[in-house]
């Protein structure tokens, strides 16, 4: 847990969502033991093939509907602008960069064709 930062941990809630491009056996423990809820690319341990396609920029708020298909998401924070698609669905989103918070970029909520 020394890895997660300060700011998250004072304001985590119970109903907090990880929604990762990682593979799932990356993400799994972490989240555990963080008592959230997760979301990771499904990958087959011993053939190292995806059961699917990567949890990625669209993909992420597909899958998302598909589990939670009246979800809001009312803060939303990452560390790269390739999940502007699920930074366009939140109420708030965030750009992370260490311990610095930032609100996400304008011009990446309006137009972010690169990512889906």
Known sequence: ??????????????????ISA???????EICERLEVEWMASPLNIETFQYDGLNNWGSEKVRRFYERYPEGIIESFYSDHL??????????K??????????????????????YE
């Open 1 to 18: 847990m020394d890895l997660i930062q300060p700011w998250y941990i004072a304001q985590q809630k119970k109903n907090d969502l990880i």
């Open 93 to 114: 989103a965030y750009l992370v960069k260490g311990e610095q918070i930032q609100a996400w970029p304008i011009k990446h909520l309006v137009e972010d064709k690169h």
């Open 82 to 91: 390739s999940d502007s698609p699920l930074a366009k669905i939140a109420m």
């Open 22 to 28: 990682s593979p799932n056996f990356l993400i799994k």
